[in-house]
């Protein structure tokens, strides 16, 4: 029974923390276009901030915590199956994305961004690349 809740609790993490990946560069690409120290730049800020640190990353931390309790429950971590390996990879990815994206958020702030809107499109696909090869990963478990 633990393991089911440590799955719920992970997968609902999971879900949180892809969900501001995905929204934070978008709000990005919008704060490109706001003129400086304007009211759209600043609700933007404020958006950005409350969506990082409300959110993205308590979801990351809760992501990390419960997704090591569930390896440890599966024993993964004493096998260390390629699969495995790479799903943890593609999350140190995403994990620095979050850390990047984090300081972004700082730059925006101090109304000292130098990317264009299209740039963080681009960036914006990342996430999603990544989030696809994770699932890929655990659900198929190739190579095994």
Sequence with gaps: ?????????HLLAVISWM???LYLPRLMVY??????GGELSETLKTMERRLLKAIMTPAMIVSWVFGIWLGVLQGLWSELPFWFVCKLA????????????????????????IRSGKFFRVMNEV???L??????FVVVKPFV
């Design 90 to 113: 593609m999350v140190a990815v995403m994990s620095a994305m979050h850390v990047w994206l984090a300081g972004q958020v700082r730059v925006f702030a101090a109304d000292a961004n």
């Design 1 to 9: 029974m633990t393991y089911e809740w440590v799955k719920v609790v």
């Design 31 to 36: 704060h490109v276009d706001a003129d400086k």
């Design 19 to 21: 969900a501001g990946l």
């Design 127 to 129: 996430p999603t690349l």
């Design 131 to 136: 989030l696809i090869g994770i699932v890929c």
